[in-house]
């Protein structure tokens, strides 16, 4: 609560006093957005691992005790990936790891899966098609086709690329199952039976779950390599006057790491659209293409 009222009165003194907690701890990558903030640490075996939360911990309990904030318990939270942590006690209570924890609105899961987020936005969407249909039902197609954009469309732009761009076909195909919801709520027709609702997307100019994923991931990617150098020794090839990055390495956990992403998505895009000078114009191409 004291950290909401300085907010209010004075960001300044808020972000300066909370700035510390990033300078205080050496051990570990401080994490911080407004009041949230999350600390990560790491170590060679378990028992290390064990070591730097329990120093971590008892440096932040005493940053609070010193800065005058109250800190919550109850929204202390600790996670480990590749091995179960310790409880840790604060005071008389004891915090137990969990698996999986919520941060600036995003599940994350200690597997390093994305199942409980696509869960929730599966739930967010289909929400938002009730709303669609029941506070849309005396508006144009129109209109609910703004509220759509708004309150689903809006959702899945919010998840790209980070998120969208790693997860199974099938959890791809559960999102836009839930999309489809909307779009039948935005045209009114039944929940349930057929319908081309692909036909539907083209008509009023809706991408899908894939092609906002493939957008993102374009656009992302231009900002990450646009301005580096392609030249390279050695005759000029047809990657090199396409500007054709090599290909790293997809095995196991390398294949969802967002760089190794970005140089994928970077070789899709058209050589036009890399030799752009904007990030505007790089958009309005790739939605002509893609949408």
């Not at 730097?52 to 940053?63: G, I, S």
């Not at 390093?112 to 869960?119: A, C, F, N, V, Y």
């Not at 732009?157 to 999102?175: G, K, M, R, Y």
Request: glycine share 6%.
């Amino acid at each position: 609560m004291v950290g909401r009222i300085w907010i209010g009165t004075s960001p300044d003194l808020f972000n300066i006093a909370c700035l510390s907690q990033a300078l205080l701890c050496i051990i570990s990558e401080f994490i911080g957005y407004a009041d949230d903030g999350m600390d990560i640490v790491a170590g060679s075996s378990p028992a290390e691992c064990n070591a730097n939360l329990k120093t971590v911990v008892q440096e932040r309990v005493e940053w609070y005790k010193k800065i005058g904030l109250p800190l919550n318990i109850d929204k202390t939270e600790i996670m480990g990936f590749g091995f179960e942590p310790s409880p840790v006690e604060i005071g008389d209570i004891t915090i137990y790891p969990k698996n999986e924890m919520t941060f600036l609105g995003i599940k994350i899961q200690n597997n390093l899966k994305w199942s409980s987020q696509i869960s929730l936005l599966c739930n967010k969407i289909r929400s938002a098609a009730g709303r669609i249909r029941v506070d849309g039902r005396n508006l144009t197609t129109g209109d609910k086709r703004m509220l759509y954009m708004g309150w689903i469309q809006g959702l899945i732009f919010s998840n790209s690329p980070v998120v969208l761009a790693t997860i199974s076909s099938s959890e791809l195909s559960d999102l836009q199952t839930a999309c489809n919801a909307g779009i039948r709520a935005m045209v009114g027709i039944p929940k349930y039976g057929y319908a081309d609702i692909t036909a539907i997307r083209k008509k009023f100019r809706i991408p899908s779950v894939e092609d906002i994923v493939e957008y993102s991931l374009q656009c992302s990617a231009w900002k990450f390599f646009a301005h580096c150098s392609f030249e390279r020794p050695g005759p000029m090839t047809r990657s090199k006057a396409n500007m054709i990055l090599p290909h790293p390495d997809q095995r196991g956990h390398h294949a969802k790491i967002s760089e190794n992403l970005f140089v994928q998505a970077w070789n899709r895009i058209p050589l036009p659209v890399k030799k752009a000078d904007k990030l505007q114009n790089v958009k309005y191409h790739l939605k002509r293409t893609l949408f």
